[in-house]
């Protein structure tokens, strides 16, 4: 079975800040990999979502990368500002055996303070 | 588009009772998904469909649980009897075709479920 697990569950930093969030996934073997974004009370958000024949996206000051041979994606995000606050959920949607299911991260709460 | 539409937002109900959250996707939408998160367990997959058809339900935790989509604009979760570890947020998510490379899932503002 997958299993995706993110590093650091959380995270406090200032304002101006660039971030680094971590995501690891054990099967490789997967169809595509995205970022979301949780909001207290909400659902989830899509931030960028990266093709296995990928390497990166960007999307203003965020640029993900997927590694997919070591199994690793990061999230990076430059000069940070307090609105960035949110739960920050990694997801891969499994190929081969498992095609089509979602396997979440449990998340990076992130807190921008000014 | 009014976006994925839940409902009721939240729910207090006491063990044994029926519970029924309902769920509108995104007009056009094939695919339609029924998730759980916990503190304990994370966001999972519970069930989906596509165009009405349960396609995967390995994720429904026990016979308590059930899903059906009567027709593409409306599904349910119903979970009969209720027991407090049920407490959780569940959400609805609909895609428009899940197996293209760049399709994502939107989600809905989720269900809080509290079952004493």
């Excluded at chain 2, 769920?23 to 994370?42: E, V």
Aim: proline share 6%; hydrophobic share 35%; net charge neutral.
């Amino acid at each position: 079975k997958q299993e995706v697990t993110q590093i650091p569950a959380a995270l406090s930093v200032p304002e101006g800040e660039n971030l680094v969030l971590n995501c690891s996934f054990t099967d490789s073997a997967i169809y595509n990999l995205q970022w979301f974004r949780q909001d207290p009370g909400k659902g989830l958000t899509s931030l960028l979502l990266i093709q296995s024949s990928q390497r990166e996206q960007t999307s203003g000051r965020l640029n993900a990368s997927l590694d997919k041979s070591s199994g690793r994606s990061t999230l990076y995000i430059a000069a940070s500002q307090p609105g960035d606050s949110a739960t920050y959920l990694c997801a891969v949607k499994g190929g081969g055996s498992t095609l089509g299911r979602l396997y979440f991260g449990r998340g990076t709460q992130l807190t921008v303070w000014p | 588009d009014a976006g994925v539409i839940q409902s009721p937002r939240h729910e207090v109900t006491e063990m044994g009772q029926e519970v029924t959250l309902r769920c509108k996707p995104i007009s056009g939408h094939d695919y339609l998904f029924w998730y759980r998160q916990t503190m304990m367990r994370g966001l999972e997959l519970l069930i989906y469909f596509n165009n009405n058809v349960p396609i995967d339900d390995s994720g429904m935790p026990e016979d308590r649980f059930s899903a059906k989509m009567p027709n593409a604009s409306f599904s349910t979760l119903k979970i009969q009897p209720s027991e407090p570890r049920d407490s959780a947020v569940y959400f609805c998510a609909s895609s428009a075709n899940h197996f293209v490379g760049t399709d994502t899932q939107y989600f809905g503002p989720g269900t809080r479920l509290t079952v004493l």
